[in-house]
């Protein structure tokens, strides 16, 4: 499967727990995007990423919450004590240049966060 | 500040009609609009794009309209098949930038 893959699709938190969130992205892909989507919503941009570097984290809140992607290993999302305004389906999607010229974003088929 | 607005959550269409999923947008600074499609549980999936630049653009089934005028974007599923039934999502993206902005969606539902 060549696409871009995120892991794990479920994941079940309790409040004040930390959540990780794993992305993969297609082959040839050095740009990485995450978004989250809450219920009823559009998907809203949160960070974005290249190799080792942080691009534009504009979307996302700026207390616990975390995006790296390092040389070697997938891309994380992290959530630090989790609420349960953080339930959501979090989206990952790749790209193989960071401007968008007429070369879409792939997404993966994201993970699914549930706060208890 | 919704940029992207898709005001019909929903859309009912009878197998071999065409189906017109509509689309507003408030900032004409923008290079690519875009629509994707999702299925339940799924990512959404790359349908098919416009530039600003553009009227229409075609691929297959599938047309995308701009009226840059009225700020309004449209997409033509003609014919409409049952396998077309989904959540389509409207985007754009800024010139030279990469973060897409997202419409809240229209669901298509296909009947036989």
């Known amino acids: 499967n060549a696409g871009v893959m995120q892991n794990p699709r479920h994941l079940v938190r309790r409040r004040g727990q930390e959540a990780r969130l794993r992305c993969s992205p297609m082959k040839g892909h050095s740009h990485v995007y995450w978004y989250r989507q809450l219920p009823e919503e559009g998907l809203k941009f949160m960070v974005y990423l290249q190799k080792e570097n942080i691009i534009d984290e504009s979307g996302m809140p700026k207390e616990r919450f975390s995006a790296e992607f390092p040389k070697e290993g997938p891309s994380i999302l992290r959530i630090q004590q989790v609420v349960r305004g953080d339930s959501a389906a979090y989206f990952c999607?790749?790209?193989?240049?960071?401007?968008?010229?007429?070369?879409?974003?792939?997404f993966g088929d994201g993970t699914r966060l549930s706060i208890l | 500040d919704q940029q992207v607005k898709q005001n019909s959550p929903s859309l009912s269409v009878q197998e071999g009609r065409i189906s017109i999923l509509n689309c507003d947008y408030t900032n004409s600074m923008f290079d690519y609009f875009l629509w994707y499609k999702k299925y339940p549980a799924e990512g959404p999936t790359f349908l098919i794009s416009i530039s600003s630049i553009k009227d229409k653009n075609e691929d297959g089934r599938f047309t995308v309209f701009l009226n840059k005028s009225a700020k309004h974007l449209s997409l033509h599923i003609v014919p409409s098949q049952p396998g077309d039934s989904a959540v389509y999502f409207c985007?754009?993206?800024?010139?030279?930038?990469?973060?897409?902005?997202f419409g809240k969606g229209t669901s298509l539902l296909v009947t036989p």
């Open positions: 999607a790749s790209s193989p240049k960071g401007h968008y010229s007429n070369q879409p974003q792939h």
């Open positions: 985007a754009k993206v800024p010139n030279s930038g990469y973060a897409l902005n």
